[in-house]
């Protein structure tokens, strides 16, 4: 049901699927309870990934611990990176999406122009192919669907994306079928300091068929090292 990725005596780092959420959800088991029920140890949720993400998930083993992945998250100490795919061209290839967000219709959340508490999310991407973009994405800040309103924003929503995505016209090679098997955001690597420990950890999509063409897994060699990227700031 997941992977784990890494596990010590104070928190563990494991590999979230698609369609299941963090929390309880219309009385379905969330991913949270199911890997303490597996592992047998008690877990405390420090962040979130929505239900149509997957990938990288910390959960502590305390609450002490859990306090201070907080205060890790709260000063923006850890450094979060993101792959997501569209098949819309962005206006510009490189930069940052930065605005104030307030909830809209329904479960959906919109950017706004001004900038008192802003959701802060920095971009890069290449083109992948067949007209789709690729993209690795930086948030700053750890808004309720921030990158996804950052992408739609600037004219590229994640393929597939249930609110805030068009139905794609895109067809995969395999079978000539209308791909729109998830959401394609993933969140692909983490970078922290704990406890005077560098950690760094890395799980690239296994779920999807666009993620998981040759074409686009060379594509990420070059991102490898994503603290080492000069990112835009403006």
């Given amino acids: 049901m997941f992977a784990l990725l890494f596990e010590n005596k104070d928190f563990i780092v494991v590999c979230k699927p698609i369609s299941i959420s963090v929390h309880c959800d219309d009385q379905v088991v969330g991913f949270a309870a199911l890997v303490s029920k597996q592992l047998q140890v008690k877990l405390y949720v420090v962040h979130r990934l929505d239900k149509v993400t997957s990938g990288l998930m910390i959960f502590a083993k305390s609450s002490a611990v859990a306090a201070q992945f907080g205060a890790l998250f709260e000063a923006h100490a850890i450094a979060k990176y993101y792959l997501a795919l569209s098949d819309k061209k962005p206006r510009k290839k490189q930069g940052t999406v930065k605005g104030d967000m307030q909830k809209s219709r329904r479960s959906s959340w919109k950017l706004l122009k001004s900038v008192n508490n802003p959701a802060i999310s920095r971009f890069i991407s290449v083109s992948a192919g067949?007209?789709?973009r690729l993209f690795l994405l930086k948030?700053?800040?750890?808004?309720?669907?921030?990158?996804r309103v950052a992408l739609k924003s600037i004219g590229s929503a994640i393929i597939g994306d249930p609110i805030y995505g068009a139905a794609t016209t895109d067809k995969s090679t395999v079978d000539?079928?209308?791909v729109a098997d998830r959401c394609y955001l993933h969140a692909w690597q983490l970078a922290f300091n704990f406890a005077n420990k560098e950690y760094n950890f890395r799980s690239d999509p296994d779920q999807g068929v666009l993620f998981l063409s040759p074409e686009l897994t060379a594509l990420l060699e070059p991102w490898?090292?994503?603290g080492s990227i000069k990112w835009s700031q403006a």
């Fill in 130 to 132: 067949a007209g789709r």
């Fill in 139 to 147: 948030p700053e800040t750890g808004k309720t669907h921030q990158l």
């Fill in 176 to 178: 000539d079928i209308l």
């Fill in 224 to 226: 490898s090292d994503p």
